[in-house]
């Protein structure tokens, strides 16, 4: 068996997500029925994780074993792509790995990307790439928010009820606020996160941002380590899966 990994682009606002459903289109259910009938075999496609329903991707990996190699990787990109593009959906790179790689298991770092949209008018050629804030925000109290976020700490405020990881203690790498025009851009890097944790920490860095919460407001909902005292998550349309590194 050869065994590959695929980058992949997408556009998640008509996907029930990336992880195969028993109802509904998925991203991962998608690519997996594709590539099995362009190499005329049922593959298997594993994700480096979950994207919920409406979460975009800049560079989602995902891997697959096949009994063949692919000798023309070029001519595999645009016979694949030929399927997938009209559906969102697009095959950046595929490179062949080693048998032990596993494009989940194998992660060292993961990278997510928040857009918010902050001005009173509703957004047309962002529409559904992005959350639309009217209230302007305070960019310097929602830096200051961002840095307490940083480090290893236990996350269970912003956990979603239905997770299923082992432990919410996570180590939170990196979180930079850039804004440019209207346009605000919230960059989070960790191995792993907690299902909806980088939307409910969004949404709390909003309710910073409207003055709806203090500073000291923010650190007592993030040491208070319960789901209840935590602000609305964030809307999935300005999340993206930025990129994987191993």
Not at 3 to 19: A, M
Request: charged share 30%; hydrophobic share 35%; proline share 2%.
């Amino acid at each position: 068996m050869f065994r590959y990994q695929i980058l992949i682009e997408y556009v998640g606002t008509s996907f029930r997500g990336w992880q195969i459903q028993k109802k509904g289109n998925t991203i991962q259910g998608l690519i997996q029925e594709k590539i099995s009938n362009l190499l005329k075999e049922k593959i298997s496609l594993f994700g480096s994780g979950r994207t919920d329903t409406g979460v975009h991707a800049f560079e989602q990996s995902a891997h697959f074993d096949c009994k063949n190699k692919i000798i023309k990787t070029n001519r595999f990109l645009k016979s694949i792509n030929h399927f997938l593009n009209k559906e969102g959906v697009t095959i950046l790179k595929i490179r062949k790995r080693n048998n032990d790689f596993h494009a989940r298991f194998s992660a060292k770092m993961r990278i997510y990307k928040y857009i918010i949209i902050n001005r009173i008018s509703g957004p047309v050629l962002d529409k559904d790439k992005g959350w639309h804030v009217m209230k302007k925000l305070d960019l310097l109290i929602m830096k200051k928010g961002a840095k307490k976020l940083i480090g290893t700490k236990d996350f269970s405020t912003f956990r979603a009820s239905s997770c299923r990881a082992k432990s919410p203690i996570k180590t939170m790498k990196f979180v930079k606020i850039k804004s440019s025009k209207n346009k605000i851009e919230i960059e989070f890097r960790s191995q792993s996160f907690l299902q909806q944790q980088v939307r409910s920490m969004v949404g709390c860095l909003k309710y910073l941002g409207e003055k709806k919460w203090s500073l000291k407001k923010f650190e007592g909902v993030l040491r208070s380590k319960k789901r209840s005292f935590c602000a609305p998550p964030a809307p999935p349309d300005g999340l993206y899966l930025t990129k994987i590194f191993y």
